[in-house]
C-alpha cells in the first residue's frame, strides 16, 4: 500500500499500523515520509516596511511611514508576520503552533540600524512586542539587539539601538498582546491600542541620546599610504643598486689583469683551494683525499699493466708510477718520455 492507500482509508488506525508494520509505518504511513500537514496552513508573506528595515533603506522606511494615515500607521509600524512551526511526533501525527515573525523594530534592532530604531520610536513602534525569528528564539527588540551583541562586537550603532530601546521602555508599559505566539491575530485584533505613556517625554529622551560616531571610510589614505611605501621602497632599492653599480666599476688596471681598489677580499667571494700536484705525472688535485684516490686507481692500473705484460710478451712499460702505458720498442718508450716528460 502506498501513502495514498492509508490517507484515503477511513478505517486506518496509525497505532495498529506502527505496531504491527513498523518499515511499512515509517515509510508510508504517518511516521515517516507521510506526515499528514495538509491542515498546516501557508505562512504569511514579510510585511513590505520589516523588508525595508531588513535592507537597512531608511528613505524608504521614512517615505511609507509618512504617506501612511494616522489610522493605519499603529498596524503598517507594528505588525508582523504569521509563521507555523511545526513538530513531528514520533506517534507519526504533528503538533503546530503559529508565532509572530518580526516587527519593523525588532528587525532594525537585529541589524544594528539606530537611525530606522529611533524613527520607529518616534512614530509609535511598540518596543514591548515578541517576534520569532526561528524556532529556537523570540523576543522584544532589546532582547534581540542585546542578542546581535554577540555578532555585531564593538558596533557603536548597535550600542545605540540598546541605549534608545532601553530609554524608550520606561515609557511604555507591556502589551497584553505582547507575547510571541500568534492567536488569531490578538494584536490586530486589539487594534494595536498600546501607547506610550508620554510621547514627548519619549521624544525628548531620544533626543538626549548622542548620534553614533561616524566611522571613516579610510580605506583611499590606507591605499595612499600603502602606494608611498612602495615607492619609498623602490627609491632605496635603486639607490643601493646604483651604489654596488659603482663599487663594481672602480677597479685598477695592472699590467695583463684587473684588481679591485679594495684590499680586502669581499666576505662573500670564495678564496681559491691550493692546488696539490702528484709527484709522478704532476696532475693537480684541491684535496689530499683526491691526490690519494688517484694513486690507488693509478697502481690499480699498473698492476692490471704488468698481467698484460705478462700476457703478451716482452713488453716496455713507463717507469713513472702513474702512467699506464706499454711499449712494444724502446724507440716508442723513448718518444713518449720526451713528450710528456716521465
Known sequence: MSYDDYAYDSDYDAMEHMMNDPVGFQTYGYGGFGFDTSNVPPDDPTPPLVCACLDGDINLVKSMLESCSDKDKPELTNKARRWTEVDYKASGFTKEFEWYGLTPLIAAANKGLDEIVEFLLRNGADPTLDGNSDDDFYGDALITANRAGKRLLDSANLKRCIELLEEAGKFWKRARYAHGRYTNDGRKRAGYDNKPTDLEGLIEALEKIPPAPVVQDCS???TQAAIAASLKRRRETTVQDASISKKRSTVQK?????????????????TPEKQISCENCKKKFNTEANLENHKRDANRIRVNA??????????????????PKLFSK???LNSHKRSTGH
Not at 259 to 269: D, F, L, Q, V
Not at 306 to 323: D, M
Open 330 to 332: 724502446q724507440a716508442d
Open 306 to 323: 704488468r698481467q698484460k705484460k705478462k700476457n703478451i710478451g716482452k713488453s716496455i712499460s713507463c717507469n713513472v708510477l702513474c702512467c
Open 254 to 270: 695592472v699590467g695583463p689583469s684587473t684588481i679591485t681598489s679594495s684590499s680586502k677580499t669581499p666576505a662573500n667571494m670564495k
Open 220 to 222: 583611499a589614505s590606507l
